[in-house]
């Protein structure tokens, strides 16, 4: 085994063995903050690492706000200073099982979970036929650095197209003004009377002009 191998594994282990603190800590903080807030990240420290959940007790934060703050943590008639990330809640595209590096995605491996996150989190129009850049654990929430995209759709692609307004919904097709990719904002010439209209693509080869369906 490389010494390369050794490393990795060591640092596996340390994040296993640090896990269900992490989840104490996050569980508790998230109970006494504000609704729109929640822990994205907990830094155990190695002194809680081996600390059973059940003894660690987690002082609320004053006055929460999203950042990168030091939380109050008691163990075992200790106090530890304990670094955590509070960030907004929002959407992020969540594994539902683990998955290898190299994967496509497909609807069935991932949801929508409104959550913590610390980072940029991948497009959620993209992510759907996106490559996993590296091995991830079920539930882990994706970011923008752990996938690679799908090349956008060339400059005059065939698409169809979605035209509504209020009550009136009307398909058609037409073709790329220029390259985009699913959730970006669109141009697209009408195959039927060569009117360009701006909308979004809310698929892979389907754009909606107007109100979302």
């Known amino acids: 085994m490389t010494m390369k191998s050794l490393v990795i594994l060591c640092l596996l282990a340390g994040a296993a063995s640090a896990a269900p603190v992490a989840d104490a800590i996050t569980e508790q903080l998230d109970a006494a903050l504000p609704k729109d807030l929640g822990t994205a990240q907990v830094f155990v420290p190695k002194a809680l ?53 190299g994967t496509v995605l497909a609807a069935d491996d991932v949801e929508i979970r409104h959550r913590a996150f610390a980072g940029i989190p991948a497009p959620l129009a993209q992510v759907i036929g996106a490559t996993v850049t590296e091995d991830l654990e079920a539930g882990t929430p994706l970011g923008a650095h752990d996938l690679a995209l799908q ?44 009117t360009v209209v701006h909308g979004t693509m809310t698929a892979p080869g ?8």
């Open 151 to 194: 090349p956008p759709l060339p400059r005059g692609t065939h698409v169809a197209v979605e035209i509504v307004r209020g009550s009136i919904h009307i398909t058609g097709s037409g073709v790329l003004e220029l390259a985009a990719r699913p959730g970006d904002p669109v141009t697209v010439r009408l195959a039927f009377n060569q």
């Open 206 to 213: 389907t754009v909606v002009v107007g109100d979302a369906p």
């Open 49 to 101: 690492e081996h600390v059973a959940p059940a003894a660690i007790r987690v002082e609320p934060i004053t006055q929460p706000r999203a950042g990168r703050l030091s939380v109050k943590v008691i163990a075992k008639h200790q106090t530890y200073w304990v670094p955590v990330a509070i960030t907004k809640l929002v959407d992020v595209a969540t594994l539902v099982h683990a998955v290898a590096a």
